[in-house]
Every structure is written in C-alpha cells, then in structure tokens.
C-alpha cells in the first residue's frame, strides 16, 4: 500500500523508511550545523577527534546517536569491492574526490538546489526499498495504473478497483487464508466459493445485476485469471462504447 499509485500501489506513507529520512536529516544538520550546540554535544563524545563520516558507534551510544548512526550512509572501500566487478570497482576507487583550492560542499544530488529535505530522502528510501523487493522477488512487473486512478469515477470506485487487481477483497476465499474455520461459501447464492471472479460475474445475483445495466454481457465475461487485465479490458471497452455513443448523438444533430 505504500507503493506509488502508478505502480500499484495507494500512495500510503512508509513509516520506516519516512523515519530513515527524518533520521538522515538530524544527521544532515550535524554537518552543516557543526556550531550548534547539539553538534558540539555529539562531537565531543562520539568524535573528537575525527570528522562525522568516520565516527564511530562507541560503547553504550545513546538511542539518538544509534540511530543516526545507522542511518548515516558510508563510502567504504571493502563495500564498493564487494558490490561492483574488480575492474569497476578499482575505476571507481581511482575517481578524484576533488583537487581544488577551495573547500569541499556538501550537496544532496537528489533535490535540484542540493539541499537535503525530508521529502526527497523518503522518496529515494522508497525507490531503493521498492528496487530491493524486485530484485529479490519474483513480482509482478506492473503496468501503468493511470487507467484507474485517472478515471474520472468516485475514489471509493478506484479503491474497490485496486483492491480487485491486488486481491485485496474481502472475499471468504481471502478470509479463509487468515481464519482456516471460515466457510468459504458464497454467502449469497450458497453455491460455489466466493473469489473475486464468482462476486463479480459467476454469483446469480451479480449475473442480474449486469443484465440490468446498461453494459454488455460480452464486455464483461471475459475474464481471465488476472483480474487486473480484466478489469483494463472492461475500461478500454467501455471508453470505446462512449466514444461510440458519443459520435452518433452528434449526427443525430
């Protein structure tokens, strides 16, 4: 649910790593603040004699220092070995950190005035979070949502969409999985077990429902086991239909 809504997701705030922001910018202000009083109370315990890159955790650290600690990302040599090929990783190791006569600036690269906020670290945390579970998953490559969250339909219409694409329903097939002594019965029709496809076309009940609608049956039979390319079949049918409609009210004028 904390996934953006273009790649299936609600758009929710992700509580870890929106914390993994808030932290890293405590640590942003220790750098660029390093005559407040805050910064000299860490400097003076945790490195004295070092910079804030290279501090380390010590003994019995207080809560606030831990977490910074952990927050704060590191350029270590043995790192970058074990992430890349050898060859890019001695290319990388041989990159100049800077020559000049002036004093090195500290800029966050993911805001265009290289000012660190709280926004944009949140937004990285949740690309590297979403690239991680990708990468160990075998997801789903998602497509483009637009075709749900752009209809122009009441929010609680897109919400019920997106629970149906991410089988999110709270249907007794779905409930069975949490509560094993749930009967999975449809509790309408009393028939045959109640999944997202029965409550939607199979149940008798749903099947007199869309005879007195005004879409075809045709339109909304075909489903397969993917209720989102249904449920993107029916939206571009019916976006045909009303153009259909559409053009031949106007040559009725």
């Known amino acids: 649910m904390s996934k953006p809504k273009s790649v299936g997701g609600v ?3 992700n509580l870890s790593t929106f914390n993994d922001a808030l932290l890293a910018k405590k640590a942003w202000r220790l750098i660029q603040n390093p005559n407040s009083l805050v910064s000299r109370v860490f400097e003076a315990k945790y490195f004295p004699r070092t910079e804030f890159f290279h501090a380390k955790l010590g003994s019995r650290p207080s809560l606030s220092w831990r977490s910074i600690f952990d927050a704060n990302g590191r350029w270590i040599e043995s790192n970058v070995r074990a992430t890349f090929h050898p060859s890019d990783a001695d290319e ?3 990159i100049p950190l800077g020559n000049g006569d002036h004093e090195d600036t500290l800029i ?3 805001n265009t005035n290289g000012k660190f906020t709280v926004r944009s670290a949140h937004h990285l ?3 590297l979070h979403r690239r991680n579970l990708a990468s160990n998953s075998m997801m789903k490559t998602q497509g483009d949502w637009k075709f749900l969250w752009n209809r122009r339909a ?3 219409v897109k919400v019920f969409g997106w629970k149906l694409c991410t089988n999110a329903l709270p249907t007794m097939h779905n409930l069975t999985k949490r509560n094993p002594g749930v009967d999975n019965v449809c509790s309408v029709c009393r028939a ?3 999944d997202s496809k ?4 199979h149940c008798p009940v749903a099947r007199q429902v869309w005879a007195l609608s005004d879409i075809p049956w045709r339109v909304v039979s075909d489903w397969s086991d993917d209720a989102e390319e249904w449920l993107r079949h029916v939206s571009t049918k019916l976006e045909a239909n009303d153009t259909d409609r559409a053009l031949r ?3 009725t004028y």
């Open 11 to 13: 758009g929710f705030r």
């Open 92 to 94: 990388i190791l041989c």
């Open 108 to 110: 966050w690269h993911f």
């Open 125 to 127: 945390a949740l690309e």
């Open 154 to 156: 009441l929010p609680k």
């Open 192 to 194: 045959k077990d109640e």
């Open 198 to 201: 029965h409550i939607l076309l």
């Open 249 to 251: 009210k106007e040559k």
